[in-house]
């Protein structure tokens, strides 16, 4: 008996040591998947482990501070400094510094510039600073000065070539004159005001980048994309703390032959202009239809503000040649609605893929939209109604049937629904699809539900839906719970 219990302890401990067993490139590697406050903790599970982390390829400084602790920058200026104190890793592939919850970074200034000339001095690959920040305080001019504690990364940061992938929110970042990023692959900047000429010297200096995703604070200043690399451009707008309706002056210009994917939200630009975007095709527009002022609320384009939106939205469209994928928000959606009723639009034949969010009472609006693409293979209704919204109109309804145009009921393949199915506004939409597309082959429906109504009322629209007739005998109705 004790023998076999000591054997028995024996495979124990062997099992649970096979871990400690992997060859050290492994468990580097799953450890650089964890947060430095957890990876030091396994300094405690063998003597193998107590300098292994020392070795790390990848270090990760976000959630420093637990829920429980206090914020006290002494504790987080200790903590990083003595983990780089102690690192003796030959290469540096990933370092993020994310101090967030509220935390006040200005006192912590000289420490991360000490952090930042320690990675690019490693030459590392991926740098992630993500900092606490208040929208509309941060500037990125040359000449500012207004933004003292805001923090402001050193400019040997612009002289790292070694680095493929850089992410920054909530930092600052003086240019004054193109960095020398000529490895840099990925871009993503959130929350600064520009000037064109800034960004002008970042795109110069990055001649392989291939994604830029940009968020900025901004009043009415013009933006210019200019690039031969970029495959894939994300811009965000967005103002704050404005009293006026937003001003329509501000002009967006891109120019990149070989972008693939163009994702534009926020505050409308009054004009754009797309000079060569040629290979364009992913496209997603949301925008919003106000914008926020701390003490007035939201401030909502006028009448003329809406006809001028329209129009660049048509522009914008007749740019899309080559799209075979687009996404509409609802306010999108909304501002071209006058534009849609007049025919301005020309058609997409590229087009297979369309998501649109939308108010389903809304359908004339709606019937003009899918006009513009008469190739559509698959469908997504976001269902942005809400409870007080009243059912669809006989005389609406009527009318979607009579102008929805045959050849798009003939190619439809897929058609995906989220809603909530409060009233009977999408139960007309969704037997009318059924009926008459005769090449549908999926009717995927997501609903929003909380877990106290899901199974009755998922049996409720299931019993429904599939009572209705269908005109292709393929066609699958399936429901998920979103």
């Given at each position: 008996m004790d023998d076999y219990m000591m054997e028995e302890s024996v495979g124990s401990s062997e099992q649970l040591d096979r871990l400690s067993e992997l060859p050290q490139s492994l468990i580097l590697h799953i450890l650089s998947f964890l947060r430095m406050r957890d990876v030091v903790k396994t300094t405690l599970l063998s003597k193998r482990w107590e300098n292994l982390w020392t070795t790390l390829p990848c270090l990760n400084f976000s959630d420093?501070?637990?829920?429980?602790?206090?914020?006290?920058?002494n504790r987080v200026r200790n903590f990083v400094n003595r983990a780089l104190l102690f690192w003796k890793g030959?290469?540096?592939?990933?370092?993020?510094?994310?101090?967030?919850?509220?935390?006040?970074?200005?006192?912590?200034?000289?420490?991360?510039?000490?952090?930042?000339?320690?990675?690019?001095?490693?030459?590392?690959?991926?740098?992630?600073?993500?900092?606490?920040?208040d929208e509309g305080v941060l500037d990125c001019e040359e000449d500012a000065g207004s933004s003292k504690d805001i923090y402001r990364a050193p400019e040997c940061l612009n002289s790292c070539s070694s680095i493929r992938k850089l992410s920054l929110v909530g930092c600052n970042l003086r240019v004054r004159k193109s960095p020398t990023w000529n490895q840099l692959k990925s871009l993503q900047i959130n929350g600064f005001s520009f000037s064109e000429r800034l960004i002008n010297r970042i795109l110069l200096g990055t001649p392989r980048l291939e994604v830029f995703e940009l968020s900025l604070v901004e009043s009415n200043k013009n933006l210019n994309i200019r690039s031969t690399s970029l495959k894939k451009l994300k811009i965000n707008k967005y103002l704050y703390f404005v009293d006026e309706q937003p001003s329509l002056?501000?002009?967006?210009?891109?120019?990149?032959?070989?972008?693939?994917?163009?994702e534009i939200s926020g505050v409308y630009y009054g004009k754009c202009l797309f000079t060569n975007v040629s290979s364009l095709t992913d496209a997603t527009l949301d925008f919003y239809d106000s914008v926020y002022h701390k003490d007035c609320g939201s401030n909502y384009y006028d009448a003329r503000g809406i006809e001028l939106l329209g129009e660049t939205m048509r522009y914008m469209f007749s740019t899309f040649q080559h799209v075979e994928r687009v996404a509409l928000s609802s306010s999108s959606f909304q501002m071209i609605g006058a534009a849609l009723k007049k025919n301005l639009f020309s058609p997409l034949p590229n087009v297979v893929y369309?998501?649109?969010?939308?108010?389903?009472?809304?359908?004339?609006?709606?019937?003009?939209?899918?006009?513009?693409?008469?190739?559509?293979?698959?469908?997504?209704?976001?269902?942005?109604?809400?409870?007080?919204?009243?059912?669809i109109n006989a005389e609406n309804y009527s009318e979607f049937k009579t102008n929805l145009t045959k050849s798009f009921m003939l190619q439809l393949k897929i058609i995906e629904i989220i809603s909530d199915f409060y009233d009977s506004s999408m139960f007309w939409y969704v037997e009318f699809l059924l009926k008459h597309c005769s090449m549908l082959e999926k009717l995927v429906v997501r609903t929003k539900w909380n877990k106290s109504c899901l199974q009755a009322r998922s049996l409720e629209i299931a019993e429904r839906l599939l009572r209705m007739s269908r005109s292709s005998p393929t066609a699958e109705v399936i429901i998920f719970n979103k």
């Open positions: 420093i501070i637990s829920e429980d602790d206090e914020l006290d920058s030959t290469k540096l592939l990933k370092f993020i510094i994310e101090i967030r919850d509220h935390f006040d970074t200005s006192s912590l200034a000289g420490d991360m510039d000490l952090w930042v000339r320690f990675a690019v001095i490693n030459k590392v690959e991926e740098l992630n600073i993500l900092l606490e920040y002056d501000s002009i967006l210009r891109i120019c990149c032959p070989n972008l693939e994917t163009l369309l998501k649109v969010a939308v108010d389903l009472i809304e359908l004339v609006e709606m019937v003009h939209l899918l006009e513009i693409f008469p190739n559509l293979k698959m469908l997504i209704l976001e269902d942005q109604s809400h409870l007080h919204s009243p059912d």
